[in-house]
């Protein structure tokens, strides 16, 4: 495979710094709108639309990425174990990325929840 463009890369980032409206810690790994946003979320931070993520940079040791806002509010909605993040755009009710998170936090009903900021990366080459 060949080397792809910055340009190119970033047309992808940018829905991440333009589109997503929350990001969401859950129990399990979503693949889908309905459960990040509900089956398995846990707690919400709702940063609204271009909050979410900064544009799109350069990665090391190759690529692009877009780095998270931290998370020093977001508000338990139910008791559990969180195990990966999401982030959504409730606006057009879309899941567009989810992962792991470090380690699984057990978070309770009313509470806040914090997550430090993290990165989404596409590589230019393998």
Known sequence: MGKLESRVLDMGLDVLDTEATDIVICSAMPTSYAEANATYALGRKVFGAG????????AVPNGRKVVSAAVAD????ASGDA???????TVNTRLL?????????TVTMGNDFTLGSFEITVPDQP
Do not use: R, Y
């Not at 195990?83 to 755009?89: E, G, V």
């Open 74 to 77: 977001g508000m338990v909605e």
């Open 51 to 58: 909050a979410c993520f900064g544009s799109p940079a350069d």
């Open 97 to 105: 990325a989810a992962g792991e998170l470090a380690a699984a936090v």
């Open 83 to 89: 195990t990966h993040w999401a982030a959504i755009d």
